[in-house]
DNA sequence: TATGAATGAGGGTTCATTCAT
DNA sequence: GATGAATGAACCCTCATTCAT
């Protein structure tokens, strides 16, 4: 055992039912997309009724977007996390940062595939909020990858653009990953380190 | 003009409204997903009555089906000539690869991200068939990058995963990618063979 | 037999299901109000099933609107009908304006019923549209009461405000009249003659 | 300031919220109909919880009759104070009782319309009591009718059906009077006390 | 009294699909 | 091929009401 949390499960938020019920919509949405997913279906995994659903969100975008947030909160908690307890250079830094990210779309695969893929069907403020959000989120590579930049670790003519190809890539890994598959968990950190340097052409270590 | 085919259509089939309701159907999968998409928009988006759509497909999936097909059929294509056009090394081949593909994500943005975006709806054999039409068309990459690998010209040492890294590097350009932003269908072609060869430890062009 | 239409049936209007889904409607809107009856009973009392419904009116609101309109367009050619046939002095055309309005309220009580009760439930451009079509419909009254004023044939000092109070007392008839009750359609038709000429302060008949 | 109760406000009848609930139940159905209205808004409107609504009275229906209930209440008390300070003979006892009428429509103009609008969502028990009730406060006018007919005063050959015509013509005024209108409270007044002279037939006032 | 959480029934509406023409 | 009408299932959501506290 480690002290990770259990594979895509947010966190209980205090009100009775609540993490159930966002617990339930990641599942669902994750199995069958969100328009696919049915608020019965959500219901039934929360052990509740479909009724009592709209005690807690209003309708189902608003469930979609409640799921979003808790999935990206998370995230950027063990990002920062992480990158609090790296060093100084950014290339240590970002090899945290992939590492800790990783280690999430491995950890929360679920939750990481439904926050990409469901993205899109948020409206309004509710999606305005989410990418903000993420933006927030993002820019902890962002920044590590202009401290490289400028202090020459990274010589790529294209930092910010490779930041994004990073982000992508490592997000990428939770429409293929398998917990039984050839790659184990440590496996997947150390070959996209290996990636996020390559592609910003910073110092790769030997083989 | 050039020769490139107009964004997002797929080709003219020979039956009468095939090649419309194929385009219908990308566009409202696309703009809806396929479970937000009905066939009534379809059918207004092609031009002819909802129930003539089953003269042409027996079934919203099998529309879906029929979409993801000629999709990966025009970017398998367009790879294939591009290789076929291209030098012997590995390094001129990749680039020509990487190039042709970016060029696709750009001109058939939507076809990409339907194509992306959409696959998780197909079920049965339709879905073993489109998956096996996508790795014949993945294969012209790993190829080159077997073949780079036993050159000694890419000296990643994880070369398959690499570039499947690399697969999804570019097709999530159609994520973000708008016509009229800061980077042209030139300069994300550059970008992505320099960071296809910067994955693969290859030779980097000088800048 | 007679040659008035039967009670409470609103004209065939051409396209298969529309008459018995408008009947129906009037039906249940009038049985249980319009928030009271279901769209459910609308189609089993028209025979025919829920959905096919919306393929006649694209919400319930509009059915209610359409069953309106037809109600105020039978009245309104039953009014212009009489008044047409009547002789050239406002006393004998209101006469027969009063007639035709109290034998519309008999013949079809029920629609008279929910043509006063359910406006209040439509909205926007619905509402507009009905309340203009009611105002021409009325102007018939207005028109003659103008005329008798004028021509010095009624001496009442509020010809306008009478000829409303007649026109709401007349539609309220619907409200208690039961075709077994004490007073047949013809007594009340006399006595509305009457009430609305004594209203008017006009010539009344000599008992 | 004058005497009469502000408008649309039911009396407070000592339970806590009970006035509370019964005002906020007289808007609610009068803005949205019985069946439109839901127990929420009423407890909204009330400030109270939607479950202590039920403290008070055991059903949506219950509470509907007790509006009605304190409406026709008011309406009564008012008649008979107004009909008790009037003078003995008909024709000046039914002038009173028409101000008095009038003038409860104009103060009370809601709980007129609710009055009128939604006493059919009653049923049973509730529904037999409401009827008995309206039938008293009624009776104070067919009474003055009576009185007339015998004495001479109202030449009318339909006293008792003049007397019903009387009574929904005043009431309606409710469905069309606005404050800042035309008509003034007195003015409404004094032309309904004529209508309801000259319906029956009694000696009209000199204009 | 007063509350918040809970629920079963039912609301209007849309869906993919079928079929007679 | 092409259509318009039709349908049953399912959708999201709201309802009046209950109950433990």
């Known amino acids: 055992m480690n002290s990770r949390s259990p594979g895509s499960q947010l966190a209980d938020t205090g009100r009775g039912n609540e993490a159930a019920i966002l617990n339930a919509a990641l599942a669902a949405f994750g199995a069958q997309g969100f328009n696919g997913a049915s608020m019965r279906e959500v219901a039934k ?11 807690y969100f209003p309708s189902k975008s608003h469930l979609l977007a409640e799921v979003l947030r808790h999935v990206n909160a998370e995230l950027e ?10 060093g100084d250079d950014a290339a240590s830094r970002l090899r945290e940062a ?9 950890d929360e695969q679920l939750a990481m595939l439904v926050s990409t893929a469901e993205v899109r069907y948020l409206r309004g403020e509710d999606r305005e909020r989410l990418v903000a959000a993420r933006d927030r989120t993002q820019s ?6 202009e401290q ?3 202090s020459g670790e990274f010589r790529t003519p294209y930092p910010l653009d490779a930041a994004r190809a990073i982000l992508t890539m ?33 110092p790769l270590p030997h083989r």
């Open 77 to 86: 908690a063990r990002l920062r996390r992480a990158v609090g307890e790296a």
């Open 170 to 202: 490592i997000s990428s890994v939770a429409t293929w990953y398998r917990p039984d598959g050839r790659l184990s968990r440590g496996q997947l950190s150390e070959q996209h380190a290996r990636y996020a340097l390559a592609l910003l052409e910073g």
């Open 148 to 150: 490289g930049a400028a």
């Open 45 to 55: 995994g929360a052990g509740t009724s479909l009724s009592n659903l709209y005690n």
């Open 98 to 106: 992939v590492r800790a990210y990783v280690g999430f779309v491995v």
């Open 140 to 145: 902890i590579f962002t920044e590590i990858v």
